[in-house]
C-alpha cells in the first residue's frame, strides 16, 4: 500500500510537474518544477523546503539507552550532550557499514534516532536483555526541511528560538502556536534546518513556512 505524508495534501497542489516517486513507501515528489535547474539555484541562493517525513524515526529510552546506543553506533554517543544531535553509523558484527542516521539526544536516557531504511528488528535484536526500550514512532511525526542561505532569515521570526543555535544542535520551539522541534540539521551542505511536527500539526506549519 502507497501512502502520503502528512504533508501531502498541500505538496500536491504545488507539483506541477505531476508524477511521484517513492520513498519507503511513501508518494515522494522527485521535483516540484518541470525544470530541476530552477529548484537547485532556488535552495543555493535563497532557500527551499521539502518533505522528509518518510525517515525512520526511534525512540530509545531507558536505564541503559546510552550503554545500548555505545554498542550499536560507530561513534561514541557519550560525548553527545542534551539538545545536541550527531550524525553516525552503525555496523554489522563484520564491520560492514549498514545504515546511517542522526541520533539527537533529549536527556539523560531518551533519544531519537532518525534512519533512511527500516532498522527497527536490527536495533530490537540488539536490545535483548537491556533496560530500553525502542519505540518506532516513523508516522506520529512529520519532518520538513528548510535549507539553503536564507534559512535562518526565514525561520527565525516564526520561531526566535533558533536563534544562536549551533550546528546540529536543537530545540523546542512554536510554530503558528504548535510545538515542534528544530534542529540545525540537512544533508545540503548549506545553512539549514529541519522541523519535526507532530503528524497532526503537519499542515498548520507547513502552511506558515509557506507564507514566511
Request: glycine share 8%.
Amino acid at each position: 500500500r502507497i501512502k502520503t505524508t502528512p504533508f501531502h495534501p498541500r505538496l500536491v497542489e504545488l507539483n506541477q510537474t505531476g508524477p511521484w516517486g517513492h520513498w519507503a513507501g511513501h508518494l515522494s515528489a522527485t521535483r516540484y518544477d518541470f525544470s530541476a535547474k530552477y529548484e537547485y539555484f532556488g535552495i543555493r541562493n535563497a532557500a527551499a523546503y521539502f518533505d522528509a517525513s518518510p525517515l525512520f524515526k526511534y525512540w530509545i529510552r531507558g536505564a541503559e539507552a546510552e550503554r545500548f546506543l555505545a554498542g550499536v553506533i560507530a561513534r561514541d554517543v557519550r560525548t553527545v550532550r542534551p539538545g545536541r544531535a550527531q550524525y553516525t553509523v552503525w555496523c554489522d558484527d563484520e564491520g560492514y557499514d549498514l545504515e546511517d542516521g542522526v541520533l539527537f539526544r533529549h536527556s539523560g536516557d531518551e533519544f531519537l534516532l532518525t534512519a533512511a531504511e527500516p532498522n527497527l528488528s536490527h536495533l530490537q535484536a540488539r536490545a535483548l536483555g537491556k533496560r530500553v526500550e525502542i519505540v518506532d514512532v516513523s508516522e506520529e511525526y512529520a519532518v520538513l526541511a528548510l535549507q539553503g542561505p536564507r534559512s535562518r532569515a526565514i525561520l527565525e521570526p516564526l520561531a526566535p528560538e533558533i536563534a544562536g543555535l549551533s550546528y546540529f544542535g536543537f530545540t523546542p520551539a512554536k510554530v503558528a502556536g504548535h510545538a515542534v522541534t528544530i534542529s540545525r540539521t540537512g544533508f545540503t551542505g548549506d545553512l539549514g534546518y529541519e522541523l519535526m511536527i507532530p503528524a497532526d500539526d503537519a499542515l498548520a506549519v507547513l502552511h506558515a513556512v509557506i507564507e514566511a
